[in-house]
């Protein structure tokens, strides 16, 4: 119950996505980051939404990963599953 505690949804909106390479390239990156529990990429809505756990990553660390993979973040939105629950 206590990894539940620290887990948190991440929205974050995307500039440069055009196409299914694009959605694939940042599944994979968040797929294989530590912390990341599930990834879901809308080419369509421009937004990569993450089911995390623990502190990490961090959102410095979420938006350096965008950066890496040639996209812009626009917007972070954190929201924590405790509050969702409330």
């Not at 948190?8 to 994979?28: F, P, W």
């Not at 369509?44 to 996209?71: H, N």
């Amino acid at each position: 119950m206590t990894a539940s505690i620290n887990a948190k949804t991440i929205e974050v909106e995307i500039h440069g996505m055009t196409c299914a390479l694009c959605v694939d390239s940042l599944n994979r990156k968040f797929n294989k980051m530590a912390g990341v529990e599930e990834v879901a990429v809308s080419m369509k809505m421009k937004k990569v939404r993450l089911e995390t756990k623990g502190k990490s990553p961090t959102t410095a660390m979420i938006k350096q990963a965008i950066l890496d993979a040639g996209f812009t973040p626009i917007k972070v939105t954190v929201i924590s599953n405790e509050d969702a629950n409330n």
